[in-house]
């Protein structure tokens, strides 16, 4: 990782932080409810998609101040469909970010109101922020909901949870990661580019950026799952075979998925490009995704 974007990436995080600390404290809401939002608030992780906004703001000279509670908003969701994921009923996962997670932390009811709770405050974070206009407001929560929804989000988990113990073909595997994983980055990317002030055809290369970077993650999220440590990935290595799911390595072997990530991240690149926002941060999140080791 270049200096430049490490800064940046220690900055930003502790920014955020900071802000949905705040958000959540605003709240009225009952004690062991806070409690068990803020745990999972507090478990950390890499923040990608709020930096990726942000990074993408800047890329369009934008004003951060406008671009903080999307930022926020959309971690949020994220965080919220993490505690869900890890559910009983879904993963069934005992282990996040190498912490207990929320459910075994506190309890599987508890879990499902802190992740109820993560979603709807995030559109409140959205919609009575005083820097954004309505204009963006609209923009804003009908990405964000479209994303994290039925049509983004929640069918991703749906069709991968339909896939376990099934072998998936190469483009059946894209279109869950283009959903579960892909289209919260999807959004992000294009909000933060929005405010910032990005015009129509910039909007549509900045979303193909956004695809690929979002197949990127994944891909690299799979290799991991083989190669990568435990102590550094937060979860057992070997999960998703021991989930029976079809990850990139096992379709197209270790050596394939890799040339597969190699791919996506020069379509990415072609994107920025014609954008008009290569060599910006924007460029450096490739290569970060792309070599990240948890």
């Not at 929320?102 to 499902?112: G, L, S």
């Not at 069918?155 to 894209?174: I, N, P, R, S, V």
């Not at 959004?187 to 956004?210: K, N, P, R, T």
């Given at each position: 990782?270049?200096?430049?974007?490490?800064?940046?990436?220690?900055?930003?995080?502790?920014?955020?932080?900071?802000?949905?600390?705040?958000?959540?404290?605003?709240?009225?809401?009952?004690?062991?409810?806070?409690?068990?939002?803020?745990?999972?608030?507090?478990?950390?992780?890499?923040?990608?998609?709020p930096v990726l906004l942000l990074a993408a703001n800047e890329a369009f000279g934008g004003d951060e101040n406008r671009a903080i509670a999307p930022a926020c908003a959309v971690e949020m969701i994220h965080t919220y469909s993490l505690i869900h994921?890890?559910?009983?009923?879904?993963d069934d996962d005992d282990v996040r970010r190498g912490k207990p997670t929320?459910?075994?932390?506190?309890?599987?009811?508890?879990?499902?109101l802190a992740g109820d709770g993560l979603l709807t405050a995030a559109f409140h974070v959205v919609t009575s922020n005083d820097h954004l206009?309505?204009?963006?407001?609209?923009?804003?929560?009908?990405?964000?909901?479209?994303?994290?929804?039925a049509e983004g989000m929640v069918?991703?988990?749906?069709?991968?949870?339909?896939?376990?113990?099934?072998?998936?073909?190469?483009?059946?595997?894209?279109a869950i990661h283009r959903h579960k994983t892909g289209e919260l980055i999807r959004?992000?990317?294009?909000?933060?580019?929005?405010?910032?002030?990005?015009?129509?055809?910039?909007?549509?290369?900045?979303?193909?950026?956004?695809k690929y970077i979002g197949l990127l993650f994944q891909v690299q999220d799979d290799i991991l799952d083989v190669v990568g440590e435990e102590g550094e990935i937060g979860k057992p290595v070997g999960s998703d075979v021991s989930n029976n799911k079809s990850t990139y390595p096992q379709l197209l072997g270790l050596e394939g998925a890799i040339e597969h990530?190699?791919?996506?991240?020069?379509?990415?690149?072609?994107a920025l490009k014609e954008a008009g926002v290569e060599s910006t941060l924007l460029e450096d999140l490739i290569d970060f995704i792309s070599d990240r080791k948890n």
């Open positions: 990782m270049n200096q430049t974007l490490g800064s940046f990436l220690e900055e930003k995080r502790s920014l955020l932080n900071q802000q949905m600390e705040q958000q959540i404290y605003s709240m009225q809401i009952p004690e062991t409810l806070r409690n068990s939002i803020m745990y999972s608030i507090e478990a950390g992780g890499k923040r990608i998609r994921d890890d559910l009983p009923a879904m929320n459910h075994v932390q506190f309890d599987e009811a508890t879990a499902i206009t309505d204009r963006e407001k609209v923009f804003l929560t009908r990405e964000l909901s479209k994303a994290s929804g069918a991703g988990q749906m069709l991968d949870m339909e896939a376990e113990g099934q072998t998936l073909t190469l483009e059946g595997l894209e959004f992000s990317a294009v909000a933060g580019a929005f405010i910032g002030g990005a015009d129509s055809s910039q909007l549509h290369h900045i979303e193909s950026y956004a990530k190699n791919q996506y991240a020069e379509k990415a690149r072609m």
